[in-house]
Protein backbone atom coordinates (compact mmCIF):
# COMPACT_ATOMS: atom_id res chain seq x y z
CA UNK A 1 0.00 0.00 0.00
CA UNK A 2 1.69 3.24 -1.18
CA UNK A 3 0.85 6.44 1.00
CA UNK A 4 0.49 9.70 -1.33
CA UNK A 5 2.35 12.40 0.73
CA UNK A 6 2.50 13.40 4.26
CA UNK A 7 -0.59 14.13 5.85
CA UNK A 8 -1.47 17.26 8.02
CA UNK A 9 -4.52 15.79 8.93
CA UNK A 10 -3.66 13.06 11.28
CA UNK A 11 -7.24 11.11 12.10
CA UNK A 12 -10.09 10.23 10.50
CA UNK A 13 -13.70 9.38 11.56
CA UNK A 14 -15.54 7.18 9.70
CA UNK A 15 -19.34 6.83 10.56
CA UNK A 16 -20.80 3.38 10.19
CA UNK A 17 -23.92 3.74 12.72
CA UNK A 18 -26.20 4.12 10.25
CA UNK A 19 -29.47 1.10 10.67
CA UNK A 20 -28.82 -0.18 6.73
CA UNK A 21 -32.70 -0.53 5.94
CA UNK A 22 -32.23 -0.35 1.98
CA UNK A 23 -31.01 -3.73 2.47
CA UNK A 24 -32.76 -5.29 4.87
CA UNK A 25 -33.08 -7.78 5.54
CA UNK A 26 -29.60 -8.88 5.52
CA UNK A 27 -28.38 -5.95 7.34
CA UNK A 28 -30.58 -7.30 10.34
CA UNK A 29 -27.33 -9.14 11.19
CA UNK A 30 -24.42 -8.08 8.95
CA UNK A 31 -23.67 -4.22 8.97
CA UNK A 32 -24.07 -2.88 5.88
CA UNK A 33 -20.43 -2.05 5.38
CA UNK A 34 -19.53 -5.42 6.10
CA UNK A 35 -20.94 -6.18 2.92
CA UNK A 36 -18.93 -8.08 0.64
CA UNK A 37 -17.12 -6.58 -2.56
CA UNK A 38 -15.62 -9.95 -3.53
CA UNK A 39 -13.76 -11.09 -0.66
CA UNK A 40 -13.35 -7.89 1.31
CA UNK A 41 -15.79 -5.53 3.26
CA UNK A 42 -16.55 -1.72 1.56
CA UNK A 43 -15.95 -0.88 5.07
CA UNK A 44 -11.87 -1.76 4.26
CA UNK A 45 -11.42 0.09 1.50
CA UNK A 46 -12.42 3.21 3.16
CA UNK A 47 -9.94 2.51 5.98
CA UNK A 48 -7.81 1.84 3.10
CA UNK A 49 -8.90 4.96 1.41
CA UNK A 50 -7.90 7.19 4.71
CA UNK A 51 -4.38 5.48 5.10
CA UNK A 52 -3.08 6.14 1.78
CA UNK A 53 -3.98 9.57 2.23
CA UNK A 54 -1.84 9.88 4.37
CA UNK A 55 -3.71 9.00 8.10
CA UNK A 56 -2.88 6.57 10.83
CA UNK A 57 -5.39 7.59 13.17
CA UNK A 58 -8.88 6.40 12.51
CA UNK A 59 -12.12 6.28 14.73
CA UNK A 60 -14.98 4.36 13.51
CA UNK A 61 -18.74 5.73 14.66
CA UNK A 62 -20.44 2.14 15.12
CA UNK A 63 -23.80 1.46 16.85
CA UNK A 64 -25.98 -1.84 18.12
CA UNK A 65 -25.15 -4.94 16.13
CA UNK A 66 -21.75 -3.15 14.31
CA UNK A 67 -19.07 -5.04 16.89
CA UNK A 68 -18.41 -7.75 13.33
CA UNK A 69 -16.89 -4.35 12.02
CA UNK A 70 -14.35 -4.35 15.41
CA UNK A 71 -13.47 -7.98 15.27
CA UNK A 72 -13.15 -8.05 11.70
CA UNK A 73 -9.97 -5.29 12.05
CA UNK A 74 -9.09 -7.00 15.52
CA UNK A 75 -6.28 -10.06 15.34
CA UNK A 76 -7.77 -13.39 15.25
CA UNK A 77 -5.30 -15.95 16.91
CA UNK A 78 -7.46 -19.21 16.43
CA UNK A 79 -7.62 -18.42 12.58
CA UNK A 80 -4.06 -17.22 11.71
CA UNK A 81 -2.44 -20.72 13.70
CA UNK A 82 -5.13 -22.71 11.47
CA UNK A 83 -3.75 -21.09 8.20
CA UNK A 84 0.21 -21.54 9.92
CA UNK A 85 -0.51 -25.15 10.65
CA UNK A 86 -1.75 -25.81 6.93
CA UNK A 87 0.99 -23.77 5.63
CA UNK A 88 -1.67 -21.29 4.18
CA UNK A 89 1.42 -18.00 4.35
CA UNK A 90 0.25 -16.04 1.50
CA UNK A 91 -3.65 -16.42 3.41
CA UNK A 92 -1.86 -15.52 6.64
CA UNK A 93 -0.03 -12.37 5.92
CA UNK A 94 -3.36 -10.98 4.00
CA UNK A 95 -5.15 -11.72 7.28
CA UNK A 96 -2.59 -10.08 9.56
CA UNK A 97 -2.15 -7.44 7.42
CA UNK A 98 -5.94 -6.45 8.02
CA UNK A 99 -5.24 -6.20 12.14
CA UNK A 100 -2.39 -3.91 11.48
CA UNK A 101 -3.46 -1.37 8.66
CA UNK A 102 -3.85 1.59 11.45
CA UNK A 103 -4.87 2.85 14.52
CA UNK A 104 -8.28 2.18 14.42
CA UNK A 105 -10.58 3.04 17.41
CA UNK A 106 -14.36 2.57 18.03
CA UNK A 107 -17.14 4.84 20.06
CA UNK A 108 -20.95 4.28 19.38
CA UNK A 109 -23.49 6.17 18.75
CA UNK A 110 -26.58 4.80 20.56
CA UNK A 111 -28.74 6.43 18.86
CA UNK A 112 -29.35 7.18 14.90
CA UNK A 113 -29.82 10.51 14.94
CA UNK A 114 -28.18 11.03 11.87
CA UNK A 115 -24.63 11.92 10.65
CA UNK A 116 -23.87 15.55 12.16
CA UNK A 117 -24.56 13.52 15.60
CA UNK A 118 -21.98 10.60 14.34
CA UNK A 119 -19.38 12.72 14.19
CA UNK A 120 -20.17 15.24 17.00
CA UNK A 121 -19.30 11.81 19.05
CA UNK A 122 -15.74 12.35 17.56
CA UNK A 123 -15.45 15.68 19.20
CA UNK A 124 -12.99 14.29 22.04
CA UNK A 125 -10.71 12.61 20.00
CA UNK A 126 -9.91 15.00 17.79
CA UNK A 127 -9.86 17.73 20.28
CA UNK A 128 -8.91 20.67 18.16
CA UNK A 129 -7.44 19.56 15.22
CA UNK A 130 -8.87 19.69 12.11
CA UNK A 131 -9.95 15.97 10.51
CA UNK A 132 -11.54 13.64 7.90
CA UNK A 133 -15.01 12.26 7.33
CA UNK A 134 -14.75 9.42 4.93
CA UNK A 135 -18.80 7.52 4.94
CA UNK A 136 -19.12 3.92 5.80
CA UNK A 137 -20.73 2.87 2.68
CA UNK A 138 -18.91 5.22 0.06
CA UNK A 139 -16.07 4.37 -2.16
CA UNK A 140 -13.74 6.33 -4.29
CA UNK A 141 -11.19 5.69 -7.20
CA UNK A 142 -8.49 7.92 -8.86
CA UNK A 143 -5.20 7.62 -8.97
CA UNK A 144 -4.80 10.07 -6.15
CA UNK A 145 -7.24 8.98 -3.08
CA UNK A 146 -10.37 11.53 -2.98
CA UNK A 147 -9.69 12.24 0.50
CA UNK A 148 -5.86 12.82 -0.15
CA UNK A 149 -7.43 15.67 -2.86
CA UNK A 150 -9.14 17.25 -0.30
CA UNK A 151 -6.13 17.24 2.20
CA UNK A 152 -4.38 18.95 -0.15
CA UNK A 153 -6.81 21.65 -0.58
CA UNK A 154 -7.13 22.05 3.14
CA UNK A 155 -3.60 22.67 3.62
CA UNK A 156 -3.78 25.43 0.81
CA UNK A 157 -6.97 27.36 2.33
CA UNK A 158 -6.74 26.10 5.94
CA UNK A 159 -10.60 25.52 5.58
CA UNK A 160 -13.03 23.39 5.39
CA UNK A 161 -13.73 21.32 2.29
CA UNK A 162 -15.98 18.83 0.65
CA UNK A 163 -16.31 16.05 -1.92
CA UNK A 164 -18.93 17.08 -4.65
CA UNK A 165 -19.75 15.40 -7.93
CA UNK A 166 -22.33 16.01 -10.84
CA UNK A 167 -25.53 14.48 -10.19
CA UNK A 168 -28.01 12.88 -12.43
CA UNK A 169 -30.94 14.67 -12.05
CA UNK A 170 -32.70 11.93 -11.21
CA UNK A 171 -30.74 11.54 -7.92
CA UNK A 172 -30.46 15.12 -6.99
CA UNK A 173 -33.24 14.34 -3.72
CA UNK A 174 -31.42 12.15 -2.45
CA UNK A 175 -27.91 14.55 -1.89
CA UNK A 176 -26.92 17.61 -0.20
CA UNK A 177 -26.77 19.94 -2.97
CA UNK A 178 -24.47 22.74 -2.95
CA UNK A 179 -24.23 26.35 -4.70
CA UNK A 180 -20.77 27.84 -4.53
CA UNK A 181 -18.77 30.62 -6.69
CA UNK A 182 -15.86 29.04 -8.73
CA UNK A 183 -12.32 30.21 -7.49
CA UNK A 184 -9.86 27.76 -9.28
CA UNK A 185 -10.37 24.77 -11.86
CA UNK A 186 -12.79 22.03 -9.73
CA UNK A 187 -12.78 24.12 -6.67
CA UNK A 188 -16.51 26.58 -5.39
CA UNK A 189 -16.62 28.65 -2.21
CA UNK A 190 -19.65 27.46 -1.18
CA UNK A 191 -22.54 30.22 -0.85
CA UNK A 192 -25.26 27.39 0.07
CA UNK A 193 -25.98 23.58 0.62
CA UNK A 194 -29.73 22.21 0.56
CA UNK A 195 -30.04 18.65 1.59
CA UNK A 196 -32.03 16.31 -0.71
CA UNK A 197 -33.87 19.46 -3.05
CA UNK A 198 -36.31 18.39 -5.73
CA UNK A 199 -34.65 18.65 -8.95
CA UNK A 200 -36.10 21.93 -9.48
CA UNK A 201 -35.15 23.35 -6.33
CA UNK A 202 -31.79 22.38 -6.27
CA UNK A 203 -28.77 25.41 -7.02
CA UNK A 204 -26.88 23.25 -9.27
CA UNK A 205 -26.40 19.52 -9.59
CA UNK A 206 -22.92 19.08 -7.61
CA UNK A 207 -24.09 16.78 -4.96
CA UNK A 208 -21.88 16.11 -1.62
CA UNK A 209 -20.39 12.55 -1.89
CA UNK A 210 -19.47 11.29 1.61
CA UNK A 211 -15.61 12.69 2.05
CA UNK A 212 -15.24 16.21 4.01
CA UNK A 213 -12.26 17.85 5.99
CA UNK A 214 -13.35 20.00 8.80
CA UNK A 215 -12.05 22.34 10.91
CA UNK A 216 -13.07 21.47 14.26
CA UNK A 217 -15.32 24.62 14.41
CA UNK A 218 -17.77 21.61 12.89
CA UNK A 219 -18.07 20.56 16.50
CA UNK A 220 -19.64 24.30 18.10
CA UNK A 221 -21.81 24.28 14.75
CA UNK A 222 -23.41 20.85 14.87
CA UNK A 223 -24.22 21.78 18.32
CA UNK A 224 -26.27 24.56 17.36
CA UNK A 225 -27.69 22.72 14.53
CA UNK A 226 -31.58 21.80 15.45
CA UNK A 227 -32.69 18.55 14.41
CA UNK A 228 -34.36 18.59 10.92
CA UNK A 229 -35.53 15.29 8.77
CA UNK A 230 -36.44 12.37 11.08
CA UNK A 231 -35.51 13.99 13.94
CA UNK A 232 -31.74 13.91 12.24
CA UNK A 233 -28.85 16.43 12.73
CA UNK A 234 -27.71 17.17 9.37
CA UNK A 235 -24.42 17.68 8.50
CA UNK A 236 -25.64 19.89 5.71
CA UNK A 237 -27.45 22.09 8.59
CA UNK A 238 -24.12 22.44 10.41
CA UNK A 239 -22.45 22.87 7.55
CA UNK A 240 -24.32 26.41 6.97
CA UNK A 241 -24.00 27.34 9.91
CA UNK A 242 -20.09 27.03 9.81
CA UNK A 243 -20.19 28.99 6.43
CA UNK A 244 -21.53 32.07 8.50
CA UNK A 245 -18.42 31.70 10.26
CA UNK A 246 -15.25 31.09 7.67
CA UNK A 247 -15.42 30.29 4.22
CA UNK A 248 -15.99 26.53 3.50
CA UNK A 249 -14.92 25.42 -0.12
CA UNK A 250 -16.42 22.18 -2.44
CA UNK A 251 -13.83 20.24 -4.37
CA UNK A 252 -15.37 18.58 -7.63
CA UNK A 253 -13.51 15.13 -7.21
CA UNK A 254 -13.16 13.74 -11.06
CA UNK A 255 -12.45 10.09 -10.24
CA UNK A 256 -15.00 7.23 -9.48
CA UNK A 257 -17.85 6.98 -6.80
CA UNK A 258 -19.45 3.86 -5.61
CA UNK A 259 -22.78 4.43 -3.23
CA UNK A 260 -22.45 0.99 -2.06
CA UNK A 261 -25.27 1.57 -0.11
CA UNK A 262 -27.62 1.62 -2.73
CA UNK A 263 -28.87 -1.98 -4.55
CA UNK A 264 -28.02 -1.27 -7.46
CA UNK A 265 -25.13 0.55 -7.17
CA UNK A 266 -23.50 -2.30 -5.02
CA UNK A 267 -23.77 -4.73 -7.36
CA UNK A 268 -22.67 -2.68 -10.23
CA UNK A 269 -19.61 -2.55 -7.59
CA UNK A 270 -19.31 -5.96 -7.09
CA UNK A 271 -19.77 -6.63 -10.92
CA UNK A 272 -16.74 -3.70 -11.55
CA UNK A 273 -14.50 -5.33 -8.93
CA UNK A 274 -15.04 -9.03 -10.35
CA UNK A 275 -13.74 -7.79 -14.23
CA UNK A 276 -10.47 -6.39 -12.59
CA UNK A 277 -9.68 -9.60 -10.34
CA UNK A 278 -7.40 -11.47 -12.94
CA UNK A 279 -8.16 -14.91 -11.36
CA UNK A 280 -12.34 -14.34 -11.88
CA UNK A 281 -12.39 -11.71 -14.57
CA UNK A 282 -12.37 -14.27 -17.38
CA UNK A 283 -15.34 -16.17 -15.88
CA UNK A 284 -17.49 -13.13 -15.57
CA UNK A 285 -16.42 -11.67 -18.62
CA UNK A 286 -17.92 -14.96 -20.61
CA UNK A 287 -21.11 -15.39 -18.43
CA UNK A 288 -21.90 -11.71 -19.35
CA UNK A 289 -21.18 -12.19 -23.03
CA UNK A 290 -22.77 -15.36 -23.05
CA UNK A 291 -26.20 -13.83 -21.26
CA UNK A 292 -26.49 -10.18 -21.85
Known amino acids: MRVVGVSMIKKAIIPAAGLGTRFLPITKSIPKEMLPI ?26 RGKRSIEDYFDTSPELENHLFQNKKYDLLKEVRDISSLADIHYIRQKDPKGLGDAILKAEKHTGDEPFAVLLGDDMTEDGIPCTRQLIDVFERKRRSV ?27 LMEDVVEKPSPKA ?83 SDYMREHL
Open 202 to 284: APSNLGAIGRYVFTPEIFDCIKRTDPGLSNEVQITDSIKILMQDQDVYAYKFGGIRYDAGNKSDYVLTVIKSALKDEGIKREI
Open 38 to 63: INKPIIQFVVEEAILSGIDDILIITG
Open 162 to 188: IAVQEIPEKRISSYGIIKGESVENGLY
